[in-house]
């Protein structure tokens, strides 16, 4: 079991590194504005915000996480070759949102497995999304390398094959559920009933929203400074690269210090990261940056799956993290995209940073605030 999740983790995240790097200097190139990029990226969180709870209650309920994964991938695969031969704007928004349609399936499902899986060892999760950042990080170098001496139309070509094969090796991926029934015994909508619970999906909300809109554009910043393909794999590469450490230590870091603790901190660092981006002059500085992310990034995220696991029973598992994922990179990035496009046009790349820096910082102050406890409290679920 554990081989074959490490593997899907790798194989999936090998796709993502193919495409998402690249995918808006893509746009960018063939004529789309910021704004058109925007609403692009935009589309496919809404899908993903629509999406995203029905995939996970179907999931839940009836059991289905292994066929939709399955699915999906083979289904990815194919919609992504669109793009080689759709180039105006309506035809790639239409494109990207039903590969979003599907995509949206596969991360929450993944995670959720794993959290089932590790069922009172959920810190032990970095272990496995490190896989994943290994993946992130080959793909993003190798295909930056090959979209600089060929066409920049490989990543659609390497995201296929990567994402084709991960469904390939789901086949053998087992499925877990907590115990013999076959329906959820919780209603989702208790899941909101838990104040923190709601308060961190705020907060993640804000902070995925600028988290988002910063990556999504940062192909476009380094080239908009002169930088090349070659200089946007390489950040992608050591970012992914520097979350691997930090996904293998986070379990010691949640024991350490709690979930409460290792979320500020990691927030905190996202601020700063953001705020960099905004002040940066050149490609290196941009690099520089980046290419330490994966502290931040990779904290948040194995602190994040956790506390959300936490604060769910385990026949909604794959609903709390369906409903984490939609909130936060759905309509956070949504909104993201959507704002970061217009200050692009309106008042140029640093202004959005700087304006996605202080977006970041209310949600600290918020946190901070209103996120008192490192531990889950056992209220607000109840027998349906």
């Known amino acids: 079991?554990?081989?074959?999740?490490?593997?899907?983790?790798?194989?999936?995240?090998?796709?993502?590194?193919?495409?998402?790097?690249?995918?808006?200097?893509?746009?960018?190139r063939i004529g789309?504005?910021?704004?058109?990029?925007?609403?692009?990226?935009?589309?496919?969180?809404?899908v993903s915000v629509l999406m995203q709870p029905?995939?996970?209650?179907?999931?839940?309920?009836?059991?289905?996480?292994?066929?939709?994964?399955?699915l999906s991938s083979f289904t990815c695969g194919i919609i992504i070759l669109g793009n080689l031969i759709f180039k105006d704007f309506n035809a790639v928004l239409i494109t990207m949102a039903i590969l979003s349609l599907f995509q949206c399936a596969l991360v929450p499902i993944l995670d959720s497995s794993v959290m089932l899986e590790l069922k009172g060892r959920g810190e032990e999760y970095g272990t496995f999304r490190l896989f994943g950042s290994l993946g992130f990080a080959i793909a993003s170098v190798v295909v930056g390398f090959l979209a600089d001496r060929t066409t920049i139309d490989?990543?659609?070509?390497?995201?296929?094959?990567?994402?084709?094969?991960?469904?390939a090796i789901s086949f053998k991926l087992p499925e877990i559920y907590e115990d013999g029934s076959s329906i959820v015994k919780y209603h989702p909508g208790l899941l909101l009933k838990d104040r923190e619970f709601l308060i961190f999906l705020i907060v993640a909300f804000m902070s995925q929203a600028s988290m988002v809109v910063s990556e999504n554009f940062l192909g476009v910043y380094i080239d908009y400074l002169k930088g090349s393909s070659g200089i946007i794999g390489l950040a992608w590469m050591l970012a992914a690269l520097s979350e691997i450490p930090v996904f293998y230590y986070t379990s010691k870091l949640i024991k350490k210090l709690g979930l409460r603790t290792v979320l500020m901190i990691s927030l905190i660092l996202v601020f700063l990261r953001v705020l960099l981006y905004g002040i940066s002059t050149t490609p290196l500085m941009v690099l520089i940056v980046h290419g330490v992310s994966g502290l931040d990034y990779a904290t948040f995220s194995a602190a994040a799956i956790n506390f959300v696991s936490r604060h769910t029973p385990d026949s909604l598992k794959t609903t709390?993290?369906?409903?984490?994922?939609?909130?936060?990179?759905?309509?956070?990035?949504?909104?993201?995209?959507?704002?970061?496009?217009?200050?692009?046009?309106?008042?140029?790349?640093?202004?959005?940073?700087?304006?996605?820096?202080?977006?970041i910082l209310i949600s600290l102050i918020i946190f901070?605030?209103?996120?008192?406890?490192?531990?889950?409290?056992?209220?607000?679920?109840?027998?349906?």
């Open 1 to 28: 079991m554990h081989n074959i999740v490490r593997s899907i983790y790798l194989f999936i995240f090998l796709a993502f590194g193919s495409l998402s790097p690249l995918l808006n200097l893509y746009f960018s």
């Open 32 to 46: 789309f504005s910021g704004t058109e990029i925007g609403i692009i990226a935009s589309s496919e969180l809404l």
């Open 54 to 70: 029905v995939w996970g209650m179907i999931s839940d309920r009836y059991r289905m996480r292994k066929r939709i994964f399955i």
């Open 154 to 167: 490989i990543i659609f070509m390497a995201y296929a094959f990567c994402i084709i094969l991960t469904g």
């Open 320 to 359: 709390g993290q369906t409903m984490y994922t939609m909130i936060s990179f759905g309509l956070g990035g949504m909104a993201g995209n959507i704002a970061g496009g217009i200050i692009i046009d309106l008042l140029g790349l640093k202004a959005m940073y700087m304006f996605f820096s202080i977006v």
């Open 368 to 384: 901070i605030l209103f996120v008192r406890d490192n531990e889950v409290k056992d209220d607000g679920l109840n027998e349906v």
